[in-house]
């Protein structure tokens, strides 16, 4: 992958925890039957800022596989970013794409099931 591409997604996930993301929603807690729609409201804010543009940051599974071919694994891209714990992330990603329950046990969105 081309490294201007690997540089803004890099910048974009560590750059998470900065000032010019205090506009982006916060995802509802991951057990909330809120969660999918406020995480996907997240996700695309934080990849509009980061720059990227076009479909990527309304396509979440365009979006993840981008994360997944630059960094590698999600546990790194989520070892990468500041805006939430490691495993919070991975947790919201694997709900998110997958549904189940957390790491913890907790039941996905409420209900175990996908987001997508």
Request: aromatic share 10%.
């Amino acid at each position: 992958m081309n490294g201007s591409i690997k540089g803004v997604l890099a910048c974009c996930l560590l750059a998470f925890g900065s000032a010019s993301f205090a506009a982006c929603p916060s995802a509802a807690p991951i057990t909330s039957a809120q969660f999918c729609q406020s995480f996907k409201a997240a996700t695309e804010c934080h990849c509009v800022f980061s720059g990227l543009r076009g479909g990527i940051c309304t396509n979440m599974n365009q979006f993840y596989i981008k994360m997944i071919n630059t960094l590698g694994t999600l546990p790194r891209v989520c070892s990468l970013q500041r805006y939430t714990a490691t495993q919070e992330c991975i947790d919201d990603w694997n709900c998110y794409r997958y549904g189940g329950l957390t790491s913890d046990g907790q039941l996905c969105s409420g209900t175990g099931h996908a987001c997508d």
